[in-house]
Structures are given as structure tokens and as C-alpha cells.
């Protein structure tokens, strides 16, 4: 049964998108020493990024070699390099009278090759797998070579899958931006122990 999520799921506002995606499950095939393995994750936190009126998104000042993927077809990856110490990894969404969107994901919960993944990120505590963006990519070995592929297909190495919606998600400001910080487009699941960063009100 296929029950990758398709072109018309990332085909919506991006802001509606990073909140449908709480409860999904991120799924990579990667090869691992000789074999392929499959590693796959439950998001739990996500943040939405827009165009030209959203001062915090690398699309605000139009198309470059890096953000093209945020210009393109909706459910590409966009896999960038940042802080020259780890890689993120974002999926682009946006409505058709938008021109530009993605949804980073912000941290996951290890469901399937957690043993991999662990020894992948260099760490035992399970809370350290993949809560925080560099944290899960890392954790499941994508790199500039994942961006830009098609993650509406289960054929493809990095996907997204229907999961279950969380009973809670709540809205927050976006984290380390300093423009743009009115816009509540954090979206958590509150009763997540994997949160890249504690909930500051009483959830």
C-alpha cells in the first residue's frame, strides 16, 4: 500500500503544511556500510518558511543557485549547508498563488533503525537522535546529494508517509531568527519528549 504523502498534500499553504506534517513519518533508505538500510521517524516539530513577506526565509530576496529548490515543484527536498557545522533538511511547499515555500523539519522521533542511527550520530541517549535539524539529518545520513530529490514518491530515498495526527499541536515563533517573529509557524506536538527545544508556556 502506498501511502506516501503526494504532490497535492505539499501543494497548500506552507504555514498549513509544517502543521499537517506533525505526526508523519520521515522515511530514509540509505546504504550503510555495503547494505541498504531503511531509518524512518516521527516529526514532531517543523517550521513553515514563505516568500517575499516572510523576512526570515532564504526566498525573501528571490531565486538563487541555493533556495531554486523553494521556487520549484512542491515535495522537493532543500538540503542546505548552515552554521559550516551540519545540514537541514526541508521540504518545499506552497499554495499555487505562491512563488516560493519550504518546511524545515525541526526534529523527529527515532522509530525504525534507531541502532543505525545512534551510531550514526556518535550517541546512546535516544533524546539526542534526531531532536534538532542537525541533529536528524545526521542521524539519517542526508547530505547536499539529498536536495532537490522527489519526495512525493516511496520509490525515492527520502519520503514522507501518512503517520497519526498528534492530539495537540501548537503554534510558536520560529527558532534563532531575528525578522519575522511574529509569525507563530513552529508547530509542535506538545507531548513530544524529542522537541528540538522545551516549550516555554504551559502546554
Known sequence: MNNC????FYSRPTADVAKSLIGTILVRKTRIRGK???LSGKIIETEAYGHRNDLASHARMGPTARNGVMFGQVGRAYVYFIYGNHFCVNVSARSRNEKAGAVLIRALEPIQGIEIMSMLRGVSDPMLIASG???LTQ???ITSLQNGIDMTSPDSDLYVQHGIRADRILAT???GIARSVERYW??????SKFLSRKLQINA
Open 5 to 8: 504523502l503526494g504532490t497535492e
Open 36 to 38: 541498504t538500510v531503511r
Open 133 to 135: 535539524p542537525g541533529r
Open 139 to 141: 542521524a539519517l545520513n
Open 173 to 175: 515563533a520560529r527558532i
Open 186 to 191: 513552529r508547530f509542535v506536538d506538545p507531548n
